[in-house]
Nanobody, 124 residues
Framework: QVQLVESGGGLVQAGGSLRLSCAAS????????MGWYRQLVGKQRELVAA????????SYAASVKGRFTISRDNAKNTVYLQMNSLKPEDTAVYYC?????????????????WGQGTQVTVSS
């Protein structure tokens, strides 16, 4: 019953910025932690960033820490990924995911709720 729709992807030059949005429908959004994953060409899907249901906790992959920021607006049922200082190696399909935040380990656990993905291409 949870539906996730990503938007905001596109083509950008290295050093530029993009903001991805994930709009969620369904009554459970405010109760879910959310994550952004990406799948680079020829590689498996990886977790980029995650945020707890209330937005108080966040985590980032080492490769994007300091450049990307995840946030959410529960009133708008939307989670964002602000991507700055983009690099060609950030080129991937980015997916929104609903999951759980593991407070005891400060980690994200994905559930099987995915958006269709949005393409981000960074040119050199």
């Amino acid at each position: 019953q949870v539906q996730l729709v990503e938007s905001g992807g596109g083509l950008v030059q290295a050093g530029g910025s993009l903001r991805l949005s994930c709009a969620a429908s369904g009554s459970s959004f405010s109760f879910d932690a959310m994550g952004w994953y990406r799948q680079l060409v020829g590689k498996q899907r990886e977790l980029v960033a995650a945020i707890s249901s209330g937005g108080s906790r966040t985590s980032y992959a080492a490769s994007v820490k300091g450049r990307f920021t995840i946030s959410r607006d529960n009133a708008k049922n939307t989670v964002y990924l602000q991507m700055n200082s983009l690099k060609p190696e950030d080129t991937a399909v980015y997916y929104c995911n609903a999951g759980k935040w593991r407070y005891y380990s400060a980690s994200y656990y994905p559930l099987d709720y995915w958006g269709q993905g949005t393409q981000v291409t960074v040119s050199s």
